[in-house]
């Protein structure tokens, strides 16, 4: 798949740059350019998993949420620019320096041959949305909202909703915002993006 690296982490910079101004803003964002964010996939085998695709789906939920808020409230006085790019460009900050490059056997024709294949390297198991939170709240302040829409971006999907929380869904009623950026989450990886073999295209 072609992919422009480039193209990509110069638009989410930009819109960064554009939108989020407060103390510690410009620090994070030094992390992010010299961490592997903009080269990393964004899922194993799923969602944009190949090299630059959690710099896309990034921008994808970023686009996804800002058509979400504007369509629930008409204008961005509500839930501000800063907000929404925020918490659509970093809500899987979790996922720097996650992932690695192994190797399988795969046969082919008849015969093994090595595959690279994408493994998880976790280094700071600290969950999923809670880690993006840990790690964003160590350069710069989020808001209550911002934390928590973050923090439950995953939905369903979140290991503790899995294992019987029902923190989420009282969450979601308190904050509309916070449902509108699982529903972006969920939009950007069911629709604008598909699953890929990594290293084919």
């Given at each position: ?78 839930i501000n620019e800063e907000t929404i ?12 320096d996650f992932y690695s490059v192994d ?84 939009k950007a990886t069911y629709l604008d ?9």
């Amino acid at each position: 798949m072609e992919l422009d690296l480039e193209k990509n982490k110069e638009e989410f910079i930009n819109i960064y740059k554009e939108y989020i101004h407060r103390e510690g803003a410009d620090a994070l964002l030094d992390y992010l350019i010299k961490s592997d964010f903009f080269t990393a996939p964004a899922s194993q085998k799923y969602h944009c998993c190949f090299a630059g695709g959690l710099c896309l789906h990034s921008i994808n939920v970023y686009n996804r949420l800002r058509r979400e808020v504007l369509e629930q409230y008409g204008d961005f006085e509500t839930i501000n620019e800063e907000t929404i790019a925020i918490c659509g460009l970093l809500h899987d900050v979790c996922k720097v320096d996650f992932y690695s490059v192994d190797y399988r056997n795969v046969k082919e024709d008849g015969e093994w041959v090595k595959k690279p294949v994408y493994i998880v390297d976790e280094k700071l198991p600290y969950g999923h949305g809670e880690k993006s939170v840990y790690i964003i709240n160590g350069f710069m302040r989020l808001t209550r909202e911002e934390a928590l829409a973050i923090n439950w971006h995953m939905g369903g999907f979140d290991a503790r909703v899995k294992g019987g929380s029902f923190a989420m869904g009282e969450w979601y009623y308190k904050s509309p915002f916070a449902l509108l950026m699982h529903i972006a989450d969920l939009k950007a990886t069911y629709l604008d993006e598909h699953r890929k073999d990594i290293f084919k295209d």
